[in-house]
């Protein structure tokens, strides 16, 4: 399915804010996303309803208490891209490196407590950015994937955000499969050596990365 640039830039930035942290100016805004939604194609738009659904009708204390336990307490759900590629080594550090000189290449400000590899901060940067976005979303598809299966066989009611990007991507190929079916097997490569600047900070429920 061939989406224009102005459904990938709709559906990256809704799904940037469901990943954000359920606190009331996001459950404030959900009706305007479901109108955003409605009219992004089926297999984009569908997978964000449920999302939706599920945060317009489930306590505000339950769907922080479900966020929380899911993406700042489980690595299989990490919602960092380069944590999938590169584990808990010093390659990650480059990796992170290069994220941020990447928006800086596009203009883009980049001014969040969190990391820049935090996929809602990806996400919002592909919306302001589609190319640029796109590229870096398409580079750690494998990652976006083995997220998409883990929160989908835990039942997790964010699996449609992730479902709802890889809608947007090119299907995986042949090595991205592999690599998929190797993280799934064997997990991240891990190295904790020099870490301290790259570890995940808490998640902070502020706004999201920055402005042109």
């Not at 990943?19 to 992004?40: F, H, K, M």
């Not at 969190?114 to 996929?119: A, I, K, S």
């Not at 998409?148 to 499969?177: F, I, K, N």
Request: aromatic fraction near 8%.
């Amino acid at each position: 399915m061939k989406l224009t640039e102005a459904e990938c830039r709709a559906a990256w930035q809704v799904q940037s804010l469901l990943l954000g942290y359920p606190d009331a100016a996001l459950l404030e805004s959900l009706p305007l996303l479901e109108r955003v939604v409605e009219a992004l194609p089926v297999a984009v738009g569908a997978p964000l309803r449920s999302v939706l659904d599920y945060l317009a009708n489930a306590e505000p204390l339950a769907a922080t208490i479900e966020y929380v336990d899911t993406f700042d307490h489980r690595k299989r759900f990490s919602p960092y891209l380069t944590y999938f590629l590169h584990g808990d080594t010093r390659k990650r550090g480059m990796a992170l490196l290069e994220i941020k000189q990447t928006y800086r290449a596009a203009g883009w400000t980049f001014d969040s407590e969190e990391l820049p590899d935090h996929l809602a901060v990806v996400l919002e940067f592909a919306a302001a950015e589609p190319s640029a976005g796109q590229r870096l979303l398409t580079g750690h598809r494998a990652g976006v994937e083995v997220m998409r299966l883990a929160l989908r066989d835990s039942e997790s009611p964010w699996t449609g955000v992730l479902e709802s990007v890889c809608a947007t991507l090119p299907p995986l190929h042949g090595d991205e499969s592999a690599a998929v079916a190797k993280l799934i097997a064997a997990g991240p490569p891990g190295e904790d050596v020099g870490l301290e600047p790259f570890a995940p900070p808490t998640y902070m429920p502020e706004p999201i990365g920055g402005r042109r």
